[in-house]
């Protein structure tokens, strides 16, 4: 049972670029979300969605879509690459959308923008 | 919007000593509360968790919080810690509108 897999671990990209990072969890949960966490900051919501057509923004939104085509993915999209979202990117996924249930974590994707 | 508070970021101590992190949140309702752990280099792992009922929760490694509704408080303690314990602790908030929210962090060092 793998939980929940991010991909890449480790991403450099340019100002302006785009790019796509991924999240899978093969548990069958409903809720899937995307945190950034960056340094004295905690954990902040980008998007989240409460099963699959279904997504919502979080406190950072900008500069980030997402879709939930399937259950299973929850790919976050950055549309045009700037350096303030150089972060380190957890997705995370919970069995029930009211959140009384535990959020499992990915491995996290750390992106560099130069 | 909900909004959770946790003190003293960096907190240094030594092995078999007293651990007490605090976290206070904002809303007045009903809430999920959570502390999450992530050790260097790793994702974050549930320590415990409190919805309803007893509001001492005992979670993994020795850990346990008490929610105190009347101080919107859900502090977490160990009574000895050890080296492993090392990490960022967050504390986390659910009041019902299908978002999660973290506090800061504590960055906990133990010294052998």
């Known amino acids: 049972n793998a939980g929940v897999t991010q991909t890449p671990k480790f991403q450099v990209l340019k100002t302006g670029q785009s790019m796509t990072l991924q999240c899978a969890q093969d548990?069958?949960?409903?809720?899937m979300s995307w945190y950034r966490q960056d340094p004295g900051m905690g954990l902040r919501l980008i998007h989240y969605?409460?099963?699959?057509?279904?997504?919502d923004q979080g406190e950072v939104p900008n500069g980030y879509n997402v879709s939930r085509s399937t259950t299973e993915d929850f790919p976050l999209r950055l549309l045009s690459a700037a350096p303030s979202q150089t972060s380190v990117y957890f997705c995370?996924?919970?069995?029930?959308?009211?959140?009384?249930?535990?959020?499992?974590f990915g491995q996290g994707t750390r992106l560099t923008v130069v | 919007a909900q909004s959770v508070s946790q003190h003293n970021h960096h907190v240094i101590l030594s092995e078999a000593a007293s651990l007490e992190l605090g976290c206070n949140y904002s809303?007045?309702?009903?809430?999920?509360l959570f502390w999450y752990v992530q050790y260097p280099g790793q994702h974050l792992q549930l320590l415990l968790k409190?919805?309803?009922?007893?509001?001492l929760v005992k979670g993994i490694k020795g850990f346990e919080a008490e929610f105190i509704k009347s101080k919107f408080s859900f502090n977490l303690r160990k009574p000895s810690v050890q080296w492993s314990d090392t990490a960022e602790y967050f504390c986390?908030?659910?009041?019902?509108?299908?978002?999660?929210?973290f506090g800061k962090g504590n960055q906990v060092v133990v010294i052998p």
């Open positions: 548990m069958n949960h409903e809720y």
């Open positions: 409190y919805f309803s009922g007893d509001p």
């Open positions: 809303y007045g309702g009903t809430v999920n």
């Open positions: 995370a996924s919970s069995y029930s959308a009211d959140l009384r249930t535990e959020a499992f």
């Open positions: 969605s409460v099963g699959a057509g279904i997504t």
């Open positions: 986390a908030v659910n009041s019902g509108n299908n978002r999660l929210a």
